[in-house]
């Protein structure tokens, strides 16, 4: 009997294979005590164990960087990173003094307190970065007991590609050795799309189930599997017809593939001759490459919080690094930058900001703009950054979660006295360098003709700007449901938006996630929109429904829509403009 397992949907596409379920050895992280004479000891031992490590990962990396490519060798270096990190090596050793206790219990009572802050997290894509801290973690305690150590893949065959791995978890550097063997598809049982693992497998291309409760429990060795990706599903023991329109839809999914391609050096062009940007959301080298190859006519959103993520801020000169490093990646496209996304949900030991507390509800709290406009000297010496990177390529910067004219006046205040700042030291900048805010709270959204005379641009962010006008959080599971784009309110609302931006005369761009879901491009489209941001994994996706689009009447569809006086429902909507397309 067909067995059906569902998980979060990481990486789209089928596959079908036998099943190989991944052994682990348990480490027993027991706590024990060692003499006064015995701690530096214990401290050389666990440095032994970090740098053990680190030169495991860098090897991997140099491998996967000469066979794969350099953003899936970037992704491991993170975790390169993270071994050095200072407050985790400093608070271990320090746990090993004070209560003379063996390394490895120190480095387990530091994971549990950072994976506890993590687990505390409104963002769930930074919260996704307390997965790394224990794969980190894990490897140092690995290299620790060396005897009894995880060696998940030594019973594995070398080639892979009929066969489906199954594992409690994967870090992002066992994913690249999968992906060397070329491994058919992966599920497993922790994890979720905004991990590191999840960005490889959707960036190799390797059909990915992840969150998949007791696969490892339920699943049997050898047995056919078959993943749908895109689905977030798993069938064991499939009966014939689920087997079948598998094999058809991999046969549709080549085809689609394929007609993908033959668009990737057009225009995204309306079939009534407009003509639609198409911007990339990144933050890797792996991401602003991707771009690059799949077309993009700029970087929308170039993350930051990455940069604060491992220890103390960063300084300008580094994140001034990194920065030319991606403008000169890619080539003269151009790249807006946002700045720091953080706030007071987020761990203040770990990241160093000893100024913040934590509140009741961080999504209502002190983060973003807010944050950055109480530590101005934080905020300042990423906006020295910004500006000399404007030096070097076309370069915007976007200020995360607006919400009133002051807090757009208190930013100019700031890169004003940023500007004398580097001009009393001699350094360049582009002083016409373009000012956007990014609308994610309905008060923004609705005071648009206030705030746009003081910006260059605006960035509709929609994953913070529905959970806000809809009161639901789209990855609590409980009220997942109630996520609805469709709901005429939040169209309503995106559609009041695009209006005043362009009766303002600024660009409006959308860079949530919406922004890449081909489903939503016609809507997008109908409602006015002409500047889309999104993973560059969709970029060609979406360049097909554009170029597969009639506006006027996508738009003309809405309207009716709109005037309707039937009970036809959000759910619909959809489906009404593209009705429209078919019709004479």
């Known amino acids: 009997m067909t067995l059906a397992l569902t998980g979060h949907a990481v990486a789209r596409g089928i596959a079908i294979g036998r099943c190989h379920l991944v052994e682990r050895n348990e480490l027993d992280i027991g706590e024990y005590r060692i003499g006064v004479d015995e701690v530096e000891r214990e401290i050389q031992r666990y440095r032994n164990a970090v740098e053990a490590a680190r030169r495991q990962l860098e090897e991997l990396a140099g491998r996967v960087i000469q066979n794969v490519g350099i953003g899936a060798g970037e992704i491991i270096q993170t975790h390169v990173l993270m071994l050095g990190d200072s407050k985790l090596q400093d608070s271990t050793e320090q746990h090993i003094r004070r209560e003379f206790c063996n390394a490895e219990w120190a480095l387990q009572m530091q994971l549990e307190q950072i994976l506890s802050e993590f687990r ?62 070329g491994v058919g598809g992966i599920v497993t049982e922790h994890g979720g799309p905004h991990s590191h693992t999840a960005i490889l497998a959707s960036s190799f291309g390797i059909p990915a189930v992840m969150g998949v409760r007791r696969a490892q429990a339920l699943l049997r060795e050898g047995e056919t599997l078959v993943l749908d990706g895109g689905l977030g599903v798993v069938y064991a023991d499939p009966d014939e017809a689920i087997h079948s329109h598998y094999h058809q839809v991999q046969r549709i999914t080549r085809r689609f593939k394929k007609s ?68 000169e990646l890619l080539g003269g496209i151009p790249l807006t930058i946002r700045t720091l996304d953080l706030g007071a949900d987020k761990s203040t030991d770990y990241l160093d900001f000893s100024q913040l507390r934590r509140c009741t509800n961080p999504a209502l709290g002190l983060r973003a703009v807010r944050l950055c406009l109480r530590d101005t000297d934080l905020f300042k010496t990423q906006l020295r950054a910004i500006l000399r990177a404007s030096a070097l390529g076309p370069v915007r910067c976007l200020i995360p979660m607006l919400t009133s004219v002051q807090e757009i006046r208190m930013v100019r205040f700031l890169l004003d006295e940023a500007r004398e700042e580097l001009d009393a030291r001699s350094m360049a900048y582009d002083p016409d360098m373009p000012i956007g805010g990014m609308i994610e709270v309905p008060a923004a959204a609705l005071a648009i003709i206030e705030l746009a005379p003081h910006l260059d641009f605006i960035s509709v962010g929609t994953n913070d700007l529905l959970q806000y006008a809809l009161a639901a959080d789209r990855v609590d599971e409980q009220v997942a449901h109630l996520y609805d784009p469709q709901h005429p309110g939040v169209v309503r609302l995106l559609r009041y938006i695009f209006r005043e931006a362009n009766a303002s005369r600024i660009p409006a761009t959308v860079c949530g996630e919406v922004a890449g879901d081909r489903q939503y491009t016609r809507l997008l489209l109908a409602l006015g929109l002409k500047d889309f941001s999104m993973h560059p994994g969709r970029l060609l996706e979406v360049k097909q429904v554009v170029r597969e689009t009639d506006i006027p009447k996508a738009k003309a569809a809405l309207t009716r829509w709109f005037n309707t006086t039937s009970t036809e429902t959000g759910s619909s909507l959809l489906k009404v403009i593209d009705d429209s397309q078919r019709s004479g």
């Open 260 to 327: 993908l391609e033959a668009i990737r050096d057009l225009p995204a062009s309306s079939l009534d001759g407009q003509l639609i940007s198409l911007q990339a959301n990144a933050e890797r080298p792996a991401e602003l490459q991707l771009a690059r190859e799949q077309g993009a006519n700029g970087i929308g959103l170039y993350r930051t919080e990455f940069l604060y993520l491992q220890g103390a801020p960063p300084e300008e000169e580094d994140q001034l690094a990194e920065f030319a490093s991606a403008i």
């Open 120 to 181: 505390s997290l409104d963002d769930a894509y930074i919260r996704s970065r307390g997965e790394d801290v224990a794969q980190v973690v894990r490897l140092i305690q690995n290299k620790l007991n060396e005897e009894a150590a995880d060696k998940p893949f030594e019973n594995m065959p070398d080639r892979l590609a009929d066969t489906l791995v199954i594992s409690s978890e994967l870090t992002p550097g066992e994913l690249a050795i999968l992906h060397e063997r």
